[in-house]
Structures are given as structure tokens and as C-alpha cells.
């Protein structure tokens, strides 16, 4: 199983200190995450990314996100995020050819996680199945607040 690096300035809460410091202070708004982290501390999925299916297309991975939790995998972890939008794709074909391009342009995709969405979950849910046969490691379903199934 995969795991999820950090980035370095993760650990390093004096750099913080010292950033903040240089642009003015602490006043700036900070992005509190509501929902559960989708990592644990070594990296893996945690056990709150996989919920019950009920409510939503199953996948083989059995990883869910929701939006905000993927806002703030991207704003802590940006060059390791990497979202799959059907919406934007002119087809989901076209999504999945993309991702298996840039994934084979990468140097190094060690630590990546990706993150499919769109507005037809099952559409949604047949790319990251058809992601994790191709061997990426981890992939999400994101799905809207909605959607998520209780736990």
C-alpha cells in the first residue's frame, strides 16, 4: 500500500512562526477542517476515509472524500494531489486516458493520491475503479456532503 509524504515544512512549526512573522503577523483567516483526516500520521489511508457505501457508488478502494477534504489535501499537499474531473473532461474516457498520460510523464508519483469527481457518481465511481486496476494508489471517490453515507 501506498504511503503519503508530507511536506517538510509540515514538521517544522518555527518556519511557520518565522513565515508568518515575515508577511505581517498571524491576523490572516486559517482553514479549519471540519471532517476527519484522510491520512493517518504514516501516511495511509485512515480508517475515516472508508465508510459505509450505502448512499454511494461502491469502489474497489473504498476511499471517499468529500470536497472540503480534498480543498485541504490540496491546500497542504498541492504537487501530491491530483484531481480527475469528469465535468471537465469531454468524456470519462478522456479523463482516464489523461491521468494514465500524465502519470506515465511523472518522474516520481510516490506519494501522490487522486482524487476523481464529477457529477454522475457511478460515471465517478467506474474511473477510479478502472485507476486503481491501472495500479494508482490510493484514489477517492469524492462525493458531495450529500451524498456521504453516515458512519
Not at 474516457?93 to 518522474?107: G, I, V, Y
Amino acid at each position: 500500500m501506498a504511503t503519503r509524504s508530507r511536506p517538510a515544512l509540515a514538521g517544522a512549526p518555527w518556519m511557520f512562526a518565522l513565515l508568518l512573522s515575515a508577511c505581517g503577523g498571524g491576523h490572516e483567516t486559517v482553514l479549519m477542517l471540519d471532517s476527519p483526516a484522510l491520512f493517518d500520521g504514516q501516511g495511509r489511508p485512515a480508517a475515516s476515509a472508508r465508510v459505509a457505501r450505502s448512499a454511494v457508488p461502491t469502489t474497489r478502494a473504498g476511499l471517499y472524500a468529500s470536497p472540503e477534504q480534498l480543498r485541504h489535501e490540496a491546500l497542504i499537499a498541492e504537487p501530491y494531489t491530483v484531481v480527475i474531473d469528469l465535468d471537465a473532461a469531454g468524456s470519462p474516457q478522456q479523463a482516464l486516458a489523461k491521468a494514465l498520460a500524465d502519470r506515465a510523464w511523472a518522474q516520481d508519483t510516490r506519494g501522490a493520491a487522486y482524487y476523481v469527481r464529477g457529477s454522475d457518481l457511478q460515471q465517478a465511481a467506474a474511473i477510479t475503479n478502472a485507476l486503481s486496476d491501472a495500479g494508482f494508489e490510493p484514489v477517492f471517490l469524492v462525493v458531495p456532503p450529500a451524498a456521504r453515507p453516515s458512519r
